[in-house]
């Protein structure tokens, strides 16, 4: 029991560093719904083309709209979890384009974002997809120059399914219920200045 109590004692000391936590998650948000919004803002046309239509893009519903509403959310979200402002208020409107993102493009693609062959998580799709890395491997092998075009990394299948929307979507959900933490953002500052 005496262990138990000093370990506990322990990890209460850890409470000073808490704000790590929120800082983590909002700064590894950051660059994603920048880089998302940023793409989207300059190529607004061909967005709301996507956005509209039903043939070759998602189908919905008042395409110019939902095309500027997601750029700037993703664009504005990303700055205001940067420096820790209303990081409550900005994850509903990212919750949000990470739940239209999922059920109209990655829903169809099953979990995996990367197409792997086995798996619990594997689907025909995925299988094929490895069959057809594997051909382009080697053609590669064969044609190219393997060891220079793997260097940094293996070549992969992107399978676009919903397993980063919905890890970002979660990590949204984290910040949603406790903010952006102490010291390191803005509504820490604001509400100690006017919230005493």
Known sequence: ??????????????????????????????????????????????????????????????????????????????????????????????????????VTVHLPNGWLAIAEGSGPFATERTMAAIERLDRAKEILQQYGNYDWLTEYGNFVVLNNGIEFAVTYFIMLLVLFFIGGGRYFSMDYWIRKAFMR
Not at 12 to 33: E, H, M, Q, S
Not at 47 to 62: H, K, R, S
């Open 1 to 102: 029991m005496y262990l138990l109590v000093q370990l506990q004692r322990l990890l209460d000391k850890t409470r000073a560093f808490d704000f790590l936590g929120p800082l983590a998650l909002r700064l590894y948000l950051v660059p994603i719904f920048w880089m998302a919004g940023t793409k989207k803002l300059a190529d607004m046309d061909s967005i709301i083309a996507w956005f509209g239509n039903t043939e070759w893009g998602l189908g919905l519903p008042f395409p110019e709209v939902m095309a500027w509403a997601a750029a700037l959310t993703e664009t504005a979200g990303a700055i205001m979890l940067l420096v820790g402002f209303a990081v409550r208020w900005i994850s509903i409107p990212l919750m949000v384009t990470m739940v239209v993102a999922i």
